[in-house]
């Protein structure tokens, strides 16, 4: 009697501390509560909109005053947790905050209560984003949580929970980033009812088969609930469930109502995935603002379901991080999957596809500073440093936020279109600063004369005031790092002009006159009534100067 009374006390002792610690419990239904907000870097507002909480008469979100308040409440109790996704919204509240609240977030964040998932420069889109693109986005937010928060912060999920569809080039990059495992929501509905009958809401992605093999192999599940709370349990302050009362006392008492609530939706997810573990995302798009009223009411969930079912139910704060190693504890084999989530369809006929072509000027313009992007990183380490006024950042930065999966989609509004387009030209600007810098040093290392390079942007309608004149060098540069040929096309106002190449030899070329219809797309921006064109040898990483002068003098 006194062992069997032993063993009934180390049980409870252990119980209660898996229970202080937030872990999984054998034997039971463990019921993982993940306390998020998903946070859109522009969509119906601009990112610095969606920030500050401006433009109340389109949406009265407010990031700052979320993390504020989160923050907050993550003080009052060890057991709390929350994870935080869009990197581009939390360096803006993080470069307003005093030493002192920066000690108290690093110490959350350590005690592993404030965890970074996926922590990209922002959630990017997955069709109409370049994967050269999606790197330097991921880059720029996992580069601020590890020089901020040091290299054991660094989020070991990857989680795309609004995307419209997913791609296995995404599962790949997110294997070879280290992540262990990858979350999201859209799927198509049919596969997504499928996948549900069957228990294969969980699965090992396989993103790249035909090259990288098991290297690109990644865990991946599907989130039950979308990514909301389930049915009756959202308690933002946006929402209208009801908050619970535990005061009996009161005529609005509904304690005994929200358990059994609880309990049913934690066994109706259950019975579709295969181990003994259901995650819950309390939270949705820009919620949490007022993070008490979520907490209270946790609170009051977990402390008392666990009191009153102790041999079902293990509920608790979680991480998806958490997660997953309590699945991966299960010992499992999984099915694996090696193509695409797409197009995605949320009902009948209802397939979102369109974005795939909408914006196309917008994706254009991203695609282009892309590459220009490359450009500008590469000077900045050929010339041993950026000037002193200006770097590679506002457009590291802007193309970040463009990645964002209602950026170049092309899903947002007109007026966050416009502004994606205005930072990214800021960047642009600061950026040619950089590559004049850069090529000065580079073209005449003594640094005895300097040369304000001209960019001609506009060469497409046959504008480029510096070649106007008929006698100019171009400089070309190939940031691959490979041999390149490419023809370029400069406006001209003679057709009695010719080319010569890096060497001073003659260079084949034609002259094409240009068209009316190009004229009056133009108007009074240019007077070019030709276009040279001809085609320029260059070398890896590297530039080479061609020279345009009139037929007669050179």
């Not at 969980?202 to 290297?215: A, D, H, T, V």
Request: glycine residues 4%; charged residues 20%.
């Amino acid at each position: 009697m006194a062992s069997e009374l032993g063993r009934t006390i180390i049980f409870t002792l252990l119980l209660t501390l898996l229970l202080s610690f937030g872990q999984s419990v054998a034997d039971v239904i463990n019921i993982h509560i993940v306390p998020h907000t998903h946070d859109d870097v522009g969509w119906l507002k601009t990112v610095d909109q969606y920030y500050s909480g401006t433009n109340r008469s389109i949406d009265p979100a407010g990031v700052k005053y979320i993390l504020d308040s989160v923050i907050s409440e993550l003080q009052k109790d060890s057991r709390r947790t929350f994870i935080y996704v869009e990197i581009a919204f939390f360096y803006r509240w993080w470069t307003e905050q005093s030493s002192e609240t920066k000690e108290i977030v690093k110490k959350l964040v350590a005690n592993k209560q404030l965890e970074f998932v996926n922590a990209g420069w922002c959630m990017n889109d997955e069709a109409s984003t370049d994967y050269n693109a999606i790197i330097d986005q991921m880059s720029e937010g996992l580069r601020f949580v590890e020089e901020n928060f040091g290299k054991e912060a660094r989020p070991r999920t990857a989680w795309h929970i609004d995307p419209f569809g997913h791609s296995s080039e995404q599962a790949a990059l997110f294997a070879k980033m280290g992540y262990d495992g990858f979350f999201f929501a859209r799927i198509d509905y049919q596969d997504k009812e499928m996948r549900q009958q069957e228990k294969r809401l969980e699965m090992i992605w396989r993103g790249s088969p035909n090259n990288l093999g098991k290297e690109s192999d990644i865990f991946t599940g599907v989130l039950y609930y979308h990514y909301s709370p389930p049915p009756g349990m959202c308690f933002d302050i946006s929402c209208e469930d009801d908050l619970v009362v535990d005061n009996e006392a009161l005529f609005t008492y509904n304690l005994e109502y929200k358990l059994q609530q609880f309990i049913e939706d934690a066994k109706n997810q259950n019975q579709h995935y295969r181990t003994k573990n259901v995650m819950f995302t309390m939270g949705s798009d820009f919620q949490w603002e007022d993070a008490h009223i979520w907490y209270d009411s946790l609170d009051k969930i977990i402390d008392n379901l666990n009191k009153k079912y102790p041999d079902q139910f293990h509920l608790f704060y979680s991480t998806p991080t958490r997660y997953i190693e309590a699945v991966h504890s299960a010992n499992l084999t999984w099915q694996v999957k090696t193509d695409d989530f797409f197009p995605y369809a949320d009902c009948p006929f209802c397939y979102w596809t369109g974005y795939f072509t909408s914006r196309p000027a917008l994706k254009g313009y991203v695609r282009t500073m892309n590459s220009f992007l490359q450009t500008c990183k590469h000077m900045e380490v050929f010339s041993d440093g950026p000037p002193k006024n200006a770097t590679s950042d506002k457009l590291a930065k802007a193309m970040g936020v463009a990645q964002h999966h209602d950026a170049v989609s092309g899903t947002e509004k007109q007026h966050v279109a416009d502004d994606y387009a205005m930072r990214l030209h800021i960047g642009e600007i600061e950026c040619r600063n950089v590559v004049n810098y850069s090529l000065n040093k580079l073209v005449d290392k003594s640094g005895s004369s300097q040369v304000n390079w001209e960019f001609c942007e506009y060469v497409n309608i046959s504008v480029c005031p510096a070649s106007e004149s008929n006698s100019f060098d171009v400089l070309i540069y190939n940031p691959l790092a490979r041999n390149q040929s490419t023809v370029i096309t400069v406006p001209v106002q003679s057709s009695k002009v010719s080319v010569f190449s890096p060497t001073g030899s003659t260079v084949v070329y034609d002259i094409v006159p240009v068209s009316n219809a190009t004229k009056n797309v133009r108007r009074s921006r240019g007077t070019a009534q030709y276009n040279v064109v001809f085609e320029a040898m260059l070398p890896p990483l590297g530039f080479a100067t061609y020279f345009v002068r009139p037929s007669s003098s050179f």
